[in-house]
């Protein structure tokens, strides 16, 4: 199933939330991870300055919350509706990690949208919230100290989430050297070593050949080691007496 614009279609909804700065952090979560965008339900009174202060760069996501009075308005038209909760003690409801909670929306969403909730800074979501979600999203920790801060728990969230879609991304591939590529670089090795001096004690053929599977093979034995310590010391003594320094020849 084609993933694309899956991410976009996931929203954060924060559920009576308090604390200005972790509304702040949550659009900057949204933001940082593609989400579809962020949703308040009955939000206390919080301080503006503040939310837009953690929200850094997110300041559009913050501006463009939706704002809801229920939890039914704000999941109206879901498909899929998550809640992140570490009541993970009934089994009539299912429980998963965050990456599980990924292959879920990944799988089941198709062309609808999703939802997923957390509860207020101090207590979470309630039993009765919970009951109208298909699915808990726990994310373990530390029995010592298993409660996590709310912007903590969306960004954890959030990043299984895009993980869950797009993956890591694709490492730039600059592809194998062409044959002439890897002669040029062989004659640009060679000169460097004439200029050394490096083939006044070392036979020119014999070293460019070994030179060569070292390059395709790498450093793979003790005299592979040997040879290239001695290219680099020959190049530093030419340096050093270019400077006019008294040293002695190294010898190969």
Do not use: C, P
């Given at each position: 199933m084609a993933t694309t614009g899956i991410l976009n279609r996931i929203s954060v909804v924060l559920c009576r939330p308090r604390y200005g700065g972790n509304i702040g952090a949550?659009?900057?979560a949204v933001k940082n991870m593609g989400l579809g965008g962020l949703v308040l339900v009955a939000p206390e009174?919080?301080?503006?300055?503040?939310?837009?202060?953690?929200?850094s760069?997110?300041?559009?996501v913050l501006e463009a919350a939706s704002?809801?009075?229920?939890?039914?308005?704000a999941v109206n038209g879901c498909e899929i509706v998550l809640g992140a909760s570490r009541r993970i003690k009934s089994h009539r409801i299912r429980i998963m990690t965050p990456r599980e909670s990924a292959g879920h929306i990944v799988g089941n969403l198709g062309d609808g949208?999703?939802?997923i909730l957390f509860g207020p800074e101090d207590n979470g979501l309630t039993s009765e919230e919970l009951k109208r979600c298909h699915g808990v999203i726990s994310i373990p920790a530390d029995e010592k100290q298993p409660s996590l801060n709310l912007a903590q728990a969306i960004m954890v969230i959030a990043y299984e989430l895009r993980m869950g879609v797009d993956g890591l991304p694709s490492v730039r591939s600059f592809g194998d050297a062409s044959e002439?590529?890897?002669g040029q670089m062989i004659e640009q090795v060679s000169a460097v070593l004439e200029k050394s001096g490096f083939f006044i004690r070392n036979p020119r053929e014999r070293v460019l050949l070994h030179l060569k599977e070292i390059f395709t093979n790498g450093v793979s034995t003790s005299q592979d080691a040997r040879i290239v310590r001695g290219i680099f010391r020959r190049i530093?003594?030419?340096?050093?007496?270019?400077?006019?320094?008294d040293n002695i020849d190294p010898g190969e």
């Open positions: 949550a659009a900057r009174q919080y301080h503006k300055r503040e939310a837009k202060m953690l929200a760069n997110a300041s559009d704002t809801f009075d229920t939890i039914e308005e949208n999703a939802a002439s590529e890897f530093v003594w030419a340096l050093e007496r270019e400077e006019g320094a």
